[in-house]
């Protein structure tokens, strides 16, 4: 079965970084473009970021471009996500998506809790 698993939240402070991890199987991952999404609370899930198949294009939530950097290896069914220059406003649960369009297939992960606090 399709399974999706992040690692890689934390706690961070304002400016600081993260990388988040997902490790993918159950399916054939050259084949799919996958994303990352995230929830605030009191907020609706929003894309942040997604990447073709290939890792040939990317796109990025307006609020973290030039700051994220969403990359694959598809050796290892795995996506990352790198997030740069945090702000307390990052804060959120992020998950990871098999897909780009909301739930296309209906696959997520579990999540992983991203805090950027002083």
């Known amino acids: 079965q399709v399974q999706l698993v992040e690692s890689g939240g934390g706690l961070v402070q304002p400016g600081g970084s993260l990388r988040l991890s997902c490790a993918a199987s159950?399916?054939?991952?050259?084949?799919?473009?996958m994303s990352w999404y995230r929830q605030a609370p009191g907020k609706k899930r929003e894309l942040v970021a997604a990447?073709?198949?290939?890792?040939?294009?990317?796109n990025y939530a307006d609020s973290v471009k030039g700051r994220f950097t969403i990359s694959r290896d598809n050796a290892k069914n795995t996506v990352h996500l790198q997030m740069n220059s945090l702000k307390h406003e990052d804060t959120a649960i992020y998950y990871c998506h098999l897909g780009t369009v909301y739930s296309i297939y209906g696959y997520w992960g579990q999540g992983t809790q991203v805090t950027v606090s002083s």
């Open positions: 159950g399916f054939v991952f050259v084949n799919y473009a």
């Open positions: 990447i073709t198949e290939t890792g040939g294009s990317t």
